[in-house]
């Protein structure tokens, strides 16, 4: 914080913790930190800061030129943005939406990730029927804002769970976008909203197309959903997805998996069944899910995305387990592709994957909201 940040890289600004990040009192205060949040004494916790830092300094071991340091730079801060004088009151009822959801679908359909696509499966071409399986095709049934910072995974997924959650305005569930689009094609739509292998014949039999949903969903450790504790237990799609995707291929000849995940999911079983045609990875899109969805599925945008990370063909080939507590990090570098590199493990999906229209992956494209499969290949 101080030799690289400060002193190389002239930050002028303060240096501030996470969420009960701070573990100490002078050593935090003479390596660079000028801020702790939300309050050392937070919950009880060990107080490091306030009357601790006073004394750290009454006994030399803080200097105050250290501490006329830290206030220098959050008062800095302060003014820059006006706060002395004149601030405008608080309106927390005040609607900032704006035209925000069409960045939001734009920046969802636009990292919607093609991995697979065989015989000119997409883009969908006025299918007369489309049978739709999963429960994360729909919004949650119990409401879109019905867990606490998200702390479920029930219907479709948009965000991970956690203190950085948003309540949703509205959302746009797949199920409901496709729908709308294809009463516009004169297209039928069957719905299994389930996970169940046992009800999904009815909604599949003699579709065009079959879409199965499937989710993979984490987030921090404060609240354990489906015995998931923040990090997941593995990295397997929820809610038994590879046993539904290989009932929906034991009846459809022609299957879309479509995929909402936090991170990669191992896709062996999904990939092993001849009738999968289609592989759509679709992120976490929030509120936009299902019209971002659309957009690409129906060839109105080209897919562009590339994926963030390396999907492996095991667990196993990460060379990495679930641990808690401290992490001395004796990987270094070699992390995800570093990894795979350094080892000569092939992955399933390399870093920085995804076709781009009906092209090999890692073809030339680019996000492009006029261009469409249907003007470009």
Same mark, same amino acid.
């Given at each position: 914080?101080?030799?690289?940040?400060?002193?190389?890289?002239?930050?002028?600004?303060?240096?501030?913790?996470?969420?009960?990040?701070?573990?100490?009192?002078?050593?935090?205060?003479?390596?660079?930190?000028?801020?702790?949040?939300?309050?050392?004494?937070?919950?009880?916790?060990?107080?490091?800061?306030?009357?601790?830092?006073?004394?750290?300094?009454?006994?030399?071991?803080?200097?105050?030129?250290?501490?006329?340091?830290?206030?220098?730079?959050?008062?800095?801060?302060?003014? #820059?943005?006006?706060?002395?004088?004149?601030?405008?009151?608080?309106?927390?009822?005040?609607?900032?939406?704006? @035209?925000?959801?069409? /960045?939001?679908?734009? *920046?969802?359909?636009?990292?919607?990730?093609?991995?697979?696509?065989?015989?000119?499966?997409?883009?969908?071409?006025?299918?007369?029927?489309?049978?739709?399986?999963?429960?994360?095709? *729909?919004?949650?049934?119990?409401?879109?804002?019905?867990?606490?910072?998200?702390?479920?995974?029930?219907?479709? #997924?948009?965000?991970?769970?956690?203190?950085?959650?948003? @309540?949703?305005?509205?959302?746009? %569930?797949? %199920?409901?976008?496709?729908? %709308?689009?294809?009463?516009?094609?004169?297209?039928?739509?069957?719905?299994?909203? @389930?996970?169940?292998?046992?009800?999904? +014949?009815?909604? *599949?039999?003699?579709?065009?197309?079959?879409?199965?949903?499937?989710?993979?969903?984490?987030?921090?450790?404060?609240?354990?959903?489906?015995?998931?504790?923040?990090?997941? /237990?593995?990295?397997?799609?929820? &809610?038994?997805?590879?046993?539904? *995707?290989?009932?929906?291929?034991?009846?459809?000849?022609?299957?879309?998996?479509?995929?909402?995940?936090?991170?990669?999911?191992?896709?062996?079983?999904?990939?092993?069944? =001849?009738?999968?045609?289609?592989?759509?990875? =679709?992120?976490?899109? +929030?509120?936009?899910?299902?019209?971002?969805?659309?957009?690409?599925?129906?060839?109105?945008?080209?897919?562009?995305?590339?994926?963030?990370?390396?999907?492996?063909?095991?667990? /196993?080939?990460?060379?990495?387990?679930?641990?808690?507590?401290?992490?001395?990090? @004796?990987?270094? #570098?070699?992390?995800?592709?570093?990894?795979?590199?350094?080892?000569?493990? %092939?992955?399933?999906?390399?870093?920085?994957?995804? #076709?781009?229209?009906?092209?090999?992956?890692?073809?030339?494209?680019?996000?492009?909201?006029?261009?469409?499969? &249907?003007?470009?290949?």
């Amino acid at each position: 914080m101080n030799q690289l940040l400060k002193k190389e890289l002239g930050f002028q600004g303060y240096v501030m913790t996470d969420w009960n990040a701070q573990h100490t009192t002078a050593q935090s205060a003479n390596t660079g930190l000028d801020m702790t949040m939300p309050g050392s004494d937070f919950n009880g916790n060990t107080q490091l800061w306030g009357s601790k830092l006073t004394q750290a300094v009454n006994s030399g071991q803080v200097q105050q030129s250290r501490i006329d340091d830290m206030v220098r730079r959050i008062l800095a801060a302060w003014y #820059l943005v006006g706060q002395d004088k004149s601030y405008p009151s608080i309106n927390i009822n005040a609607n900032v939406q704006g @035209s925000h959801k069409t /960045n939001i679908r734009a *920046v969802a359909r636009d990292g919607i990730v093609l991995l697979k696509n065989e015989g000119g499966t997409l883009p969908l071409k006025k299918p007369a029927k489309v049978g739709l399986v999963g429960s994360a095709a *729909v919004v949650n049934p119990q409401g879109m804002n019905s867990c606490t910072d998200a702390g479920c995974n029930t219907g479709a #997924l948009g965000m991970g769970w956690g203190s950085g959650t948003a @309540s949703y305005a509205y959302f746009s %569930a797949p %199920a409901d976008a496709i729908k %709308a689009r294809a009463q516009k094609d004169g297209s039928q739509v069957a719905l299994s909203a @389930s996970d169940s292998t046992s009800g999904v +014949s009815s909604a *599949v039999n003699g579709a065009d197309v079959a879409i199965v949903f499937i989710t993979s969903d984490s987030g921090e450790g404060y609240i354990k959903v489906e015995n998931n504790a923040g990090d997941r /237990n593995n990295l397997d799609p929820w &809610h038994n997805g590879n046993d539904l *995707v290989k009932a929906v291929a034991a009846i459809n000849k022609n299957v879309v998996v479509v995929v909402h995940s936090v991170g990669p999911v191992i896709l062996e079983t999904i990939l092993a069944q =001849a009738n999968v045609k289609a592989v759509v990875w =679709a992120g976490l899109p +929030s509120q936009e899910n299902g019209n971002a969805l659309v957009d690409v599925l129906y060839g109105d945008v080209a897919p562009s995305g590339k994926l963030p990370y390396t999907i492996a063909k095991s667990a /196993n080939d990460y060379g990495t387990t679930i641990s808690q507590g401290d992490d001395s990090f @004796s990987e270094g #570098l070699f992390i995800d592709y570093r990894h795979f590199d350094k080892s000569n493990i %092939a992955p399933r999906y390399e870093f920085g994957y995804g #076709l781009c229209k009906y092209l090999l992956a890692l073809s030339s494209c680019l996000p492009n909201d006029s261009s469409s499969f &249907h003007n470009s290949y």
